[in-house]
């Protein structure tokens, strides 16, 4: 199965759901227009407390549709958006790509992968029993967060559903995604 869209979403608050759009067009050095998360520097209220002047490693939010059929499972419905990312995507496994990995979306934009987002306490204001349901242990015992990873737009465009993913890996040794 190739790599694809499935939703964007947006918000200009922060609001922790983002609602679908038709299309959303990230910015370079930016992130997503017209999204309360966009900016050159940090705008998660948490990390804003700490140092509003850091750099934001977190501008693009992207989830794996196949979480949400995880969470089905479990019995947990979720739609795309609901878990607060701007891209939802299908057939590409986020959580197993380095630090570095460059994500081509739609004709021109490219994000590149800073981390993995760390899941917090208002993911159970979605479902009670959400928050345990995204996290598990791998066969080491590590602590393994499902909740989506972050980036930051190298390259600008419209991104919408349906448009393919292709990945570029970065030189190795790769580095494993770890929060941020």
Do not use: W, Y
């Not at 794996?64 to 419905?77: N, T």
């Not at 979306?105 to 992968?113: D, H, N, P, R, Y």
């Not at 242990?137 to 390259?155: F, H, P, Q, S």
């Amino acid at each position: 199965m190739d790599a694809s869209v499935v939703a964007v979403s947006r918000s200009p608050t922060h609001s922790f759901s983002k609602p679908n759009a038709d299309g959303i067009r990230l910015v370079a050095g930016m992130g997503v227009e017209g999204d309360a998360h966009a900016g050159e520097t940090v705008k998660h209220r948490s990390r804003v407390k700490v140092d509003p002047g850091q750099p934001n490693l977190r501008q693009v939010h992207l989830i794996h549709a196949e979480l949400f059929d995880e969470l089905a499972r479990k019995g947990f419905s979720v739609a795309p958006g609901e878990m607060g990312e701007n891209i939802t995507t299908r057939g590409l496994d986020l959580l197993a790509l380095p630090v570095g990995a460059r994500l081509h979306l739609g004709a021109s934009a490219v994000v590149e992968l800073t981390g993995l987002r760390n899941p917090c306490v208002q993911i159970d204001r979605i479902r009670k029993g959400l928050m345990a349901a995204v996290l598990d242990r791998d066969r080491e015992g590590r602590l393994v967060l499902k909740a989506g990873v972050m980036g930051i737009v190298l390259t600008g465009g419209e991104v919408r559903p349906g448009d393919g993913i292709a990945v570029t890996l970065p030189p190795e040794p790769h580095r494993r995604l770890k929060r941020v």
